[in-house]
T-cell receptor
Framework: DQQVKQNSPSLSVQEGRISILNCDYT??????FLWYKKYPAEGPTFLIS?????DKNEDGRFTVFLNKSAKHLSLHIVPSQPGDSAVYFC????????????FGGGTRLMVKP | KAGVTQTPRYLIKTRGQQVTLSCSPI?????VSWYQQTPGQGLQFLFE???????NKGNFPGRFSGRQFSNSRSEMNVSTLELGDSALYLC????????????????FGPGTRLTVT
């Protein structure tokens, strides 16, 4: 039973436009959420996080939105750049569970020049 | 500052054998976590070590084990390998200070690609 799901395996966006990546979760105990970017032959790289007490967190071109009632989060990238082309994973954490993360299956983002 | 290093990067083993993978965390980091990435199951948490003690464990059979040394380096071992153990094994290290900041400061290594034939 996947507790964190990314229903879109891939997304293609034109350079300069907005990329929106979505993630749904089922476990109500999750209270901290993260997005990672992964290039081939490299480990995931942390992008941005959000606590369940917030509904939005922004860092440069990246904004994460959290809708607790819908158990849904999204990552917005504006404007999208070709270098953003990678696989994006959302991940969730339960308080007092150390650094244990539950990951979604990933979405491959392709930004076309 | 050097990143997380994992050795070996690639490994081919035969069913029934055992394998040991190594992870050297970022200098000063005391927490090490291991993940398995497969096409079917995605990224799954194996275990986390802090100060040589296993702090958390994922839902994997007992064939998967790990340990951490006093210098924070960690190894994971898989005994009696099965074809389904073919995966990318990722190690991540963090300062070990605890809390959400510690999770944000978790850095992943490039992984060890294990192929079981």
């Amino acid at each position: 039973d996947q507790q964190v799901k990314q229903n879109s395996p891939s997304l293609s966006v034109q350079e300069g436009r907005i990329s929106i990546l979505n993630c749904d979760y089922t476990n109500s105990m999750f209270d901290y959420f993260l997005w990672y970017k992964k290039y081939p032959a490299e480990g995931p790289t942390f992008l941005i996080s959000i606590s369940s007490i917030k509904d939005k967190n922004e860092d440069g071109r990246f904004t994460v939105f959290l809708n607790k009632s819908a158990k849904h989060l999204s990552l917005h990238i504006v404007p999208s750049q070709p270098g953003d082309s990678a696989v994006y994973f959302c991940a969730a954490s339960v308080n007092n569970a150390g650094n244990m993360l539950t990951f979604g299956g990933g979405t491959r983002l392709m930004v076309k020049p | 500052k050097a990143g997380v290093t994992q050795t070996p990067r690639y490994l081919i083993k035969t069913r029934g054998q055992q394998v040991t993978l190594s992870c050297s965390p970022i200098s000063g980091h005391r927490s090490v976590s291991w993940y398995q990435q497969t096409p079917g199951q995605g990224l799954q948490f194996l275990f986390e070590y802090f100060s040589e003690t296993q702090r958390n464990k994922g839902n994997f059979p007992g064939r998967f084990s790990g340990r951490q040394f006093s210098n924070s380096r960690s190894e994971m071992n898989v005994s009696t390998l099965e074809l389904g153990d073919s995966a990318l094994y990722l190690c991540a290290s963090s300062p070990g200070t605890g809390g959400r900041i510690d999770i944000d400061e978790q850095y992943f290594g490039p992984g060890t690609r294990l192929t079981v034939t």
